[in-house]
Nanobody
């Protein structure tokens, strides 16, 4: 069982920045990939950014150039730096782990961007 603890959400004005953190109970190197997803009211959950064990990253088109996913191996933590936020980024953000023994989700953290 992998446990994920998210932090860093909150309320920010348009144009501002936030950094989300997701600390895992297991070693990052044991996972196939880690990622951030988001779900806005009435919408499906969507991939925001993902980083593989090898360090490859991919992003949703809507966040390219504004968001950056990174990790600290020693802290077993993955981050999502979000810059130039706009109201369309408002959602609950979820950390995700894809591991050889299953897929795991964090509890979600709310990000609200005011105009």
């Amino acid at each position: 069982q992998v446990q994920l603890v998210e932090s860093g959400g909150g309320l920010v004005q348009a144009g501002g920045s936030l950094r989300l953190s997701c600390r895992t109970s297991g070693s990052i190197f044991s996972f196939n990939a880690m990622g951030w997803y988001r779900q806005a009211p009435g919408n499906q959950r969507e991939l925001v950014a993902r980083i593989t064990r090898g360090g490859s990253t991919n992003y949703a088109d809507s966040v390219k150039g504004r968001f950056t996913i990174s990790r600290d191996n020693a802290k077993n933590t993955v981050y999502l730096q979000m810059n130039s936020l706009n109201p369309e980024d408002t959602a609950v953000y979820y950390c995700n782990v894809n591991s050889p023994w299953g897929e795991y989700w964090g509890q979600g953290t709310q990000v609200t961007v005011s105009s």
